[in-house]
């Protein structure tokens, strides 16, 4: 889906939705990845909150919606040992972040976008391949010939 970049020039559109346990510093990498800045301080998220931010990946302007949650209280902490051999299972990175010291931050959001748009092209690919149709005419009729 093509939006409309603020420098009026097109680019995709890839939206983040966090929704992890209360307390792990979704509203901290929000605003360290949206706007380079962090406190220490942070009340809970009533509702929801997003921020916008413009990257550029493999040259293509991709503008990101990011989006924090109030807190879910079913999600479970997960240790650093089962992420890493969830993940190893998956066949996907891990990244341990912090938006404190700004660790892994942008390296997180823009290797998530960068598999976001290739899944994204290649299942354009695959739709178009699956679309092309190929006409087949009769050119006359036969006609039945005996043994």
Do not use: H
């Not at 939206?15 to 307390?23: A, K």
């Not at 109030?70 to 240790?79: F, G, R, T």
């Amino acid at each position: 889906m093509l939006k409309c970049c603020t420098d009026s020039l097109r680019c995709e559109a890839v939206m983040f939705l966090f929704c992890f346990s209360t307390g792990v510093g979704k509203s901290s990498l929000l605003l360290r990845f949206a706007d380079n800045t962090f406190s220490g301080s942070y009340i809970t998220t009533i509702g929801v909150d997003f921020k916008i931010r413009t990257v550029e990946i493999n040259g293509e302007k991709v503008k990101l919606q990011i989006w924090d949650t109030n807190d879910d209280p079913a999600s479970k902490v997960v240790e650093t040992n089962d992420a890493q051999k969830f993940a190893e299972q998956m066949g996907i990175r891990l990244f341990e972040t912090s938006a404190k010291e700004n660790v892994n931050v942008e390296d997180m959001f823009n290797c998530i976008t960068e598999l976001v748009l290739k899944v994204r092209k290649e299942s354009v690919a695959k739709q178009q391949q699956q679309s092309e149709v190929v006409k087949l005419s009769k050119s006359s009729k036969r006609k039945k010939k005996c043994c």
